[in-house]
C-alpha cells in the first residue's frame, strides 16, 4: 500500500502557489537546453511524484501557476537563444553540440550495459537521427518552416519525454528538425505558430504521459539505447556550418559538454525511473 497522502484539494494556498510559480520559471528557463531533463529537474525541485498524480487524474488547477511560471521561463530562455541564434549562430552550435552529446549519460543511466539488443537499438538510432537531420537545418532562417503537424507532434513527443526523468524534451525537438524553429517562434512571439507547439504540447503531457512512462518502463533497455543513438545521430544538425570559427565552437563543445556532464554526475543518481516510482520518504503533498 502506498505511503503517500496526497491532498484532495483543486487548489493549492497561495505560498504554495507562489512557490510553484518560481519552480516552474526556473524549470522553463533550464529545459530549452538541450540535454536537460525536465523530469529530473521537477524530481529535484520535490514535485515529481504529486504531479504525476494530479496529471493522471486531470487535476489542473493546483498546477496552473507552475504552468505560468513553466511558460514564462521558456519564453526568456526562449528569447535568449532566439537572440544567439540570429546573432551567434555558430557559438551556440557550439554549447548545443557538446550539451547534446553529454546527455546521452543521463539516457542510458538506468541502462549502462546495452547487452546485443541494446546495441542494436542504437545502431538504428544512430542511423535513423543522422537520416533525420539530413532533411533539416539548424540555420536560424524562416524561410524553411516545418509543417504544422510536425510542430504538434514533436512538440506532443518533446513534452511527453520531458516528464520522463533523465530524458531531454528539447532534444526530441532537435532530432525532429524543429528547435531552432521553436526558439525563433518564442524570441519573436509567433502567437499562430505558438499556439500549435501549445496544444502539441498539452496533448503530449496530458494524454501520453503515462503511455509514454509505462513503455519506456517496460522496454527501458531498447528504447534507452535508441534514443541515446537517435540522439547521437541527431546531433549532425550541430556539427559546426562551413566557415566558422573552429576556435570558437570546439571551446564552447567542451563547455556545454562539460556542463551537462557535471549536472547529470550531480542530480543523476536521482533521475531514474525506479527511483521515484520506489521512493517512500517523499513529502506528503507538499513542496
Known amino acids: 500500500m502506498t505511503k503517500y497522502k496526497f491532498s484532495s484539494k ?41 504531479l504525476m498524480h494530479d496529471l493522471a487524474r486531470l487535476r489542473l488547477l493546483p498546477w496552473v501557476a507552475f504552468a505560468v511560471g513553466l511558460a514564462a521561463g521558456v519564453y526568456a530562455g526562449g528569447w535568449v537563444f532566439g537572440f544567439m541564434l540570429t546573432s551567434y549562430r555558430v557559438p551556440l552550435m557550439g554549447l548545443l553540440f557538446g550539451s547534446v552529446l553529454a546527455s546521452v549519460r543521463s539516457v542510458v543511466r538506468p541502462v549502462p550495459r546495452p547487452g546485443a539488443s541494446g546495441l542494436v537499438s542504437a545502431s538504428f538510432g544512430l542511423v535513423a537521427g543522422w537520416c533525420l537531420a539530413g532533411f533539416s537545418d539548424f540555420s536560424g532562417q524562416v524561410s524553411e518552416r516545418p509543417g504544422m503537424l510536425l510542430v ?85 544538425l550541430l556539427i559546426m556550418p562551413e566557415g566558422g570559427n573552429i576556435l570558437i565552437y570546439l571551446p564552447l563543445a567542451v563547455v556545454g559538454f562539460a556542463v551537462v556532464w557535471l549536472l547529470e554526475s550531480r542530480f543523476g543518481s536521482s533521475s531514474s525511473v525506479d527511483d521515484v516510482s520506489g521512493n517512500t520518504n517523499s513529502p506528503s503533498g507538499g513542496d
Open 152 to 236: 504538434a507532434i514533436a512538440s506532443a513527443l518533446a513534452s511527453a519525454a520531458m516528464i520522463l526523468p533523465g530524458v531531454p524534451g528539447s532534444s526530441v525537438l532537435i532530432i525532429m528538425g524543429v528547435y531552432d524553429d521553436a526558439m525563433l517562434a518564442l524570441s519573436r512571439l509567433d502567437l499562430p505558430w505558438l499556439l500549435v507547439f501549445g496544444l502539441g504540447a498539452a496533448l503530449g503531457i496530458i494524454g501520453l504521459s503515462n503511455l509514454v512512462d509505462r513503455v519506456y518502463a517496460r522496454h527501458r533497455n531498447v528504447l534507452g539505447w535508441l534514443f541515446a543513438g537517435l540522439i547521437v545521430g541527431s546531433a549532425r
Open 10 to 50: 483543486l487548489s493549492a494556498p497561495v505560498n504554495e502557489q507562489v512557490s510553484r510559480l518560481l519552480k516552474g520559471l526556473l524549470v522553463g528557463l533550464i529545459i530549452v537546453l538541450p540535454g536537460m531533463s525536465g523530469g529530473t529537474l521537477i524530481l529535484i525541485l520535490g514535485l515529481y511524484e504529486l
